[in-house]
């Protein structure tokens, strides 16, 4: 963006237009946000043959490609803020944060080096120095920000890989996995994050690698069969190099034992990550902050923010306890951190990433706390907590629906079960009722498994949402179900 | 965003607030815009001591939030747009890119599956079948977007070792790595990304298994060379799983011999991923595409839209010629990809990508090319290479500096060089050059190495940029130089 254009053909890289683009784009978003319906309903074979590619020559301008994106994209997207959307862990986002988009973007700081990115460098920093207080982690700054919870459950288990071979003195960095590997497991319940699986094979131990624990009647990790299976491990003279827990499962929002986790694992001098990708919100709670008593046992951490901290896609970090611990990822490239910088106290914050150019995607929950305060952001947090044990008491009074589980964070776990029904068809059917309803664009309502049983499920994120809101969706729930199942 | 807001004190959430924040951002960056200095100069001691967080209980409200973030961040941001802004592969954006994000955020769609993300769903598959096209691929959708272009390589690093392993019959995703690990080779150039052993590291192949093959004095892979390390391999019981060939080296922008490096690897069935990060920008180029002849022969590409195609991060993508391979890494979870879901053929991105939860950023690039048309996407491009041209020839008749190397892409590595001085000297004067100016505010320039030799770097991909500017740089280069060296 400049006023300067030598090569572009008018101005349309001009300040002029920057505004102009700006105040277009925000007009059709606010028309869009206005729009009734979650969705228009479109199925994917119609919107395959709405939309096609043929770029120009000579290209129509900021103005036609704002309208084109604004029908074929906008008017075609799903209403996330929606009061029926509830499918996913995906989140209406702050006005806040579309406002630290705007500096963010426009400022296209890079977060490889710190002279692509000076002032944010260091509220990087410091952000990750305030998380790490939340936490209660010692004071420091090892941490990062990160794409999502995938890549810092990634950091988490590449961490503890790497310091599990350098206690016995060997440099996976260097020389590569090495030994048998096929004795070297991973724990995780078996309601973990499907990354702990994917990142094990990315990371050469495969899926073999992870051993599933077992969960209690809430999904949370068993503690007895956690013992168990670290019995059985030395048994089989396996060695467990990492115990994922998880504050917040995709599903439940079950939070394992974390302080009984990280107890077992000091014995055996195990390393402990927790995926606190959803449940890490708790840290910002008034009324819910104990259920993470124990987080700061932890060798490292996944949070979230563009989960139930309302930001914007992307938005992650990864905490790591023990600074040193970054010693074994580190690298040196001449252009980014040479000697002379680093003997300079110039930050460095590429040796702590896996990736090289990153966002300031920082700057959208400092400019968050800054904004709400510490109180209003609990309070937003809390009503998702407190509004799923007032839809779960609900569900489970009305004879058509079943509570699958109590609600332990926001999501709330049920099926519709007609009351005359063979119990054979009730999977299907629920699957049905969930597509019927994205279908007529009317609601999306989650469709998910708890232990092999085909339910819905209702991720009550967003803090505008009231019972009253629910209630409507669990009618239309109930409307469609007799509907598909008098068909 | 909504209207509706029961929690949140006032309407700070509302469509009101949302214009509101927009309008205010947006003019925060239109007097930014303005600013004459590249960068205020603020040491990084000054910012420590400036930058503190205290978040207040009831918040500031989005207007006073958006005033610190623009004294404390925006203010000492680096303009990337600044003509003497050219150390680093970090673009000035289009506006259409701005644009573009401010749809992207507003929907907040994520990528994961289709029911958070409709129209985009689609759009990206049919802008990557577009990509495709470019580089020569067969027809088809097999390919991603990424965070950028170190997780494109670890995509195509990953398959590759993935692929490598299954013809032996071994699933690494399964059962991990397995055999002689230290005997498993990736041959790339000295002159190739870090991301390379940062990725084998990752991969737990360590970075012993990268051996580097020799450049030729323009940086690029010296094919004699590979043809001896392919020779040693084989001598030395070896076996290659990959040969990363760059398509624009960070520093010299060399573009490696891409149709015989494939023509070599094919001979024995070696997977070759080209890193075009950089150098993809030339699929669009009208006068320089010939440059990459023999990328359609690779086995996968990274290419980086917030690099040469000048749109904001993160913007990068990940192209795998053989959509069959995409087996070798898929997952299935109930609540993002279910069996149901899959048979009635609802498109399923996740499964193609290491992230979950995921932005839009295809949009960037799909409305960068409805506004400009290829023609003019063609002309920004191509005029960073030739003006590098330029400039090199200008250094080259300077007295007192030194054309390090011909330029091949958009940078130029030239040093200053003091005619009664000890050569010694020279690297850390070099340095000191670089330091000094980003201190003084006036200019960013890279300080690199290329062959041992400390140099400077211009990366010219600024298409407002002219000569005159670039002369006017290396004037205050000079100066510089002769300031610190008469000191």
Redesign the interface.
Known sequence: ?????????GS????A???E??????Q???Q???QPEM?QG?T??E??ER???E????????Q???E???E???????L????QCV????????????????????????MD????????T??EM??I??LREQVGYPAGDAGVFT?????SN?MGL?LA?DAFFAKRGH????????GA??KIKVLCSENA???V??N??????????VTLVKTDEFSRMDISDLQQKLADAKANGEQVMAIVATAGT??AGAIDPLGEIAALAAEQQIWVHVDAAWGGALLLSEKYRHFLDGLELADSVTL?F?KQFFQ???CGAFLLKDARHYQL?R?Q???LN?D?DEE????NLVSKS??????FDA?KL??G?????????A??ID?GVTLAQQVAQFVSEQPQLELVMQPQLASVLFRFRPQNGDLAGVA?LN?RIG?AL?ASGSA?V????ADGVTCL?LTLL???V?LADVKVLLASVVACGEQLHNA
């Open positions: 963006m400049s006023d300067l254009n030598p090569i572009l053909s349309a890289q001009s300040i237009a920057y505004q683009a700006i105040e277009q784009s925000t059709a978003v606010v869009w946000l206005k969705y479109k994917v074979a919107l395959r939309i096609n590619l770029f120009t020559s000579q290209g129509l301008g900021n036609a490609a704002i084109r994106a604004v074929y994209f906008l008017k075609d997207s799903l996330v803020h929606h009061p499918a996913h862990l995906h989140c209406p986002s702050l006005v806040i944060s579309q406002a630290a988009e705007v500096l963010i973007n426009a400022t296209n700081q890079s080096s710190w002279d692509q990115s000076p002032s944010a260091i509220i410091k952000l120095a305030w794409s999502g919870g995938t890549q990634l590449m890989r440099s996976v960095q260097q020389h590569g996995l090495t590997l096929s994050h499907f990354s699986q994917k094990m094979a990315l990371m050469g131990l495969g899926y073999q690698a995709t599903d979230d563009h914007t896609i992307s990822m690298y490239a001449a252009y040479s002379f300079q106290g110039v930050p896996l990736q090289t150019t990153r966002r700057l400092w400019m706390l800054e904004a709400l305060g510490k109180k209003q952001y309070e937003i009503n299907l699957q597509d994205l999306n989650g469709v998910t498994e499920k967003n803090p505008t009231s």
